[in-house]
């Protein structure tokens, strides 16, 4: 897969306490700040991206689900059978 050419630059500030926590811990790692951040907020996007779909699919889902069992709670021969 041929990498895409990174053009676009995000900037956000932080304390220096916040600075210090991001430091510390991509030198325990041995990762650039930049790396470590670009590499968490990407992470985080498609995460959210993705949860809409999935929500939407369990909707459906449970949609269908009651459908179904208000189909099998009509049937006269289940109720027979539950009694």
């Known amino acids: ?17 916040e ?5 510390s811990a991509c030198g325990t790692e041995q ?8 590499r968490t907020v990407l992470e985080w996007a498609e995460a959210v991206s993705e949860r809409p779909k999935v929500e939407k699919r369990l909707t459906d889902m449970d949609d269908k689900l009651d459908a ?7 049937d006269p021969h289940l ?3 539950a009694s």
């Open 1 to 17: 897969m041929k990498t895409q050419t990174r053009c676009r630059v995000v900037t956000f500030r932080l304390s220096e306490a």
């Open 19 to 23: 600075y210090n926590i991001l430091k």
């Open 68 to 74: 179904l069992l208000g189909l099998l709670y009509r």
């Open 79 to 81: 109720d027979a059978k």
């Open 31 to 38: 990762n650039s700040l930049s790396a470590v951040a670009r």
